[in-house]
């Protein structure tokens, strides 16, 4: 039987209970405040808000380098000498770090990169999806891993409603126009996954706490998701009252155990405080 071992970056916002449960490897991706260079995950995510609300900047989000994937493949092949190393890599689009694990993996035999296209939510969802894979499927070739990755990837959705614009228009996302008129019109944009970028999706007007309700009814209705895959991401700050209302709007649309995960310092510096995302792998799509 062959031992295998999913790598990933920190960008995937994997809960500690995903990664223990499949002993999933994390690759720190890096957050930039001033002077100073922080492994993703090293701090708490208040920090980067924070740290926006003192200075007026945006914290600089970089990749995972060749050196942390390095560290990560020496410490898996020293554990385990004969495993074969599935890393399913943050969106490469959005970032160096495919192209980092790629540098890395030169070095060394058995590691096995595939692009996930997602961030975040999208991301973990693919992960555990895999890893799942893995445990039901021991006997698959790593080659035939790649191939179901490859495969759900184009049936795996996120969205992501930011509760302000001021981070997206910081980030450059958002213009000062559409800022402007946003506020003026009380209109509420998401964020969707295409081919890897983060682009803009359907725009709703109203309340936060309408739109978050539209936008999670318009997710079940646009796509056939698999209720067992759908999960959850939330920037610190979300409110207890809109946890509840998304809690609900899944149980009405048959998901009888949401996965909550809190939203890294990567994906929050350009959601910003709030923001609520949520991801789910279109049903006969996600298992083989």
Known sequence: ??????TTESGSDL????????????????????DQTYPDGSFEVQKVFDFYEETGTLPKTSGSTPHDNTEVFKKIFTQYPDANIIHIAYSAVTTVSFNAANIAAQDFENVYLVDS???????????KATAQFIEDNPNKSPEEIIAF????????HMVFLPKTLVYLRAGGRVSNLAFHGANILKISPTIILENGY????????????????KMINDFFESYNIDPDTV??????DVDDNHKEVVYNLLKGNGVKEARWLIAGAVISSHGGPGAIG???????????
Request: overall charge positive.
């Open 198 to 213: 983060l682009i803009s999706g359907r725009k709703y007007r109203g309340s936060f706490d309408l739109s978050l309700k």
């Open 1 to 6: 039987m062959r031992k295998y071992v999913i």
């Open 15 to 34: 809960s500690k209970e995903i990664i223990e449960r499949y002993n999933i490897q994390v690759i720190p991706m890096h957050v930039t405040m001033g």
């Open 278 to 288: 949520i991801a789910g792998i279109e049903k006969n799509n996600n298992k083989k």
């Open 117 to 127: 296209k997602h961030v975040s939510a999208g991301a973990a969802a693919i992960v």
């Open 149 to 156: 990755v490859e495969e759900i990837r184009e049936h795996t």
């Open 231 to 236: 999960i959850v991401v939330g920037a610190p």
